[in-house]
C-alpha cells in the first residue's frame, strides 16, 4: 500500500482525525484497470451525494489529480477516504467553516480472486449478522461498517466467495462486500437500500443498462423464500464487477442447471462495454 | 490531548488501522476525579465483553499502568480505543491468532460544562436521526457512531445540553452521549438495549443502586409519549454523572414545577457515595 493523506506521502494519520474515533467519513474503491480508473465520475458523484448528506465539504477537485501522483500501477485499486477531518472529544462536529476534511488515498494491488468466480459463478452463504437499519445511514459507503466486519468473519471456508445479509426484519438486503441482484420470470430484482446497505456504483450501472436493455426492472424487499425461486442470480461490487451465483447455501440457483443464465449473460457483456466507454473512466 | 499507541508516546496511527477503515474497534470513556479513575473496573468488564462479542482479544492487563503512566492531571478524561490492529484492504479481519490489535489511550481536560446542568437540570430537543437497529452492535461502545454524530449536529443552541434519539420504529433509546432514566409513579424506567443504543457504565450503577435501595425498574421499549408523562427524568454518562432534565422541547417535566425529583436526588447522592466506595475507582 503506498498512500497520499492531504496531497503527502504518508503512512501515518493524525490521531485526533475522526475517522478514528468515530467513523466519521466515506470512502470509495475503485478498479484500476488496464491503466484506467473505471467510472471515476459516478464515483466522485456518489462520494459528493454521502458528504452532503454528513455535512462534509470534500476537496473533490483535488483527487484526481492526487489519483494519478500517487498511483504507479496498472492494475490496482484505489481506495479513497474522505473524513470530516480532527476535531476534539464528542459527538459534535466542527462547523462546516471550521472543519478541514482529511483526504486519504491509498493504492492497492488487485486482490486475487479465482478466475472461476467471474467464469464459472460463485457459491453464496447467509450471514446471521443483520444489517443495521437506519435510513438516515443506508445508501452511503460510509466508514461505519462494523457489521460488514463482523458478517465476514462468519466463514472461512474459501469455497464459499459471498455472504448475504439480512436486515432485523428478515429482508435481504446485500452481499458483505457486493450489491445482489436476481432474474424472475425475466424481470430483474434487487432490494432497496432506503433503510440498510450500500448502494454501489456496479449496482447503478446495472439498473441503468437493464433500463437501456428494455429488462423490467423491481427494487424492493425480498425474503430469502424470493431469491431461493430465482432463475438467476448474482452479485456486483467495483472490484470484482459482476459474478454470478451459482449455489446459495447447498441449493443450486435456477432449475436449468449450472452455468450463467441468459440475462446475466447479457448484462455482463453490457457492463464490459461499459467501462470502455468515453466518459466512464479516466486515464491513470 | 497527550496520547499513547501500544505504549509509545505519539499523536498518530498506521493508516493501516481498521479503526480507520471500518471503526473495527471499541472505546471508553472514563472520568478522572480528585486523581481517581472512576468505576475502572466496570469499564475494563465492558471493554471485554465488547471485544469478545467482536472477537477481539485485548492486552487489557496493560491498560491501567498505561493510563498511569500517561495521565498528568487530577480531572480530566481518560479515553481508552481498542481496535482490531493493522490489516490489509477487505472486510474479513485477521484470525484472533494472528491479529495484533491497537491500544490507544488520550488524556483529554474535563469538557467545560456550566454547573446548572447538575444543579438545575437540562432542556433536552428531540433528535430526527434515528438509532440503528441492529441486535448484532447494540449495547456496546464500538466505533461506529455516525448516527451520534448526525444526531448532535442537529442543534448548536447552547442552552439544550443533549437530544434524545428515537429508533426507526419510534422507540426511545437514549441521548446522543448519555443514557436516559424517568420516573413514573414511583417507578424507574430506562429503555431496553437490546436493539440499539450504548449500554452505560452510569447506567449499569443506577440500576444496582435502585434495586439496592428497593427502587422498582422497568427496562422496555418507550414511546415518547411515555417519557412526556415522567415525573422526573435524567441522563447519565462517565463524564457529566447524572443530570436531571427539566425540560423537554418546550414542555416542562413533572406536575410538580422546577428543580430535581425526590427519586433522582436520591439516586445521584447514592450515585455520589459509589464513586467513593473502594473498589470502585483506581488511583492515577
Known sequence: ???LINGAATDQLFLSDRAI??????????????????????HMRRLNRGCERLGITPNSELLLSEARHLINTEDGV????????????GYRPPSMEESRPTRILACYSRPGYPAENSE?????RYCTTPTSLNPA???MKHLNRL???????????????????FDRDGHVIEGTMSNLFFVC????????????????IIREVILELATDMNIPVQCRYYACQDIERADELFVTNSVIGLWPVRQIQARQVGAHGWGIGAVTQQLLTALDGKRQQKGEYESV
Open 185 to 200: 420470470d425475466g424481470t430483474l430484482h434487487t432490494p432497496d437500500l432506503s433503510n440498510s446497505g450500500v448502494a454501489g
Open 137 to 139: 445511514l443506508a445508501g
Open 147 to 165: 457489521e460488514q466486519v463482523l458478517a465476514r468473519a462468519e466463514w472461512s471456508d474459501p469455497a464459499i466467495a459471498e455472504g448475504l445479509m
Open 1 to 3: 500500500m503506498s498512500a
Open 120 to 124: 464459472q459463478g460463485i457459491a453464496l
Open 78 to 89: 484505489l481506495k479513497i477516504i474522505i473524513s470530516r477531518g480532527e476535531g476534539g472529544r
Open 21 to 42: 474515533h468515530y467513523g466519521d467519513g466515506l470512502f470509495e474503491t475503485i478498479a484500476i484497470r488496464a491503466g484506467r480508473l473505471e467510472f471515476w465520475q459516478r
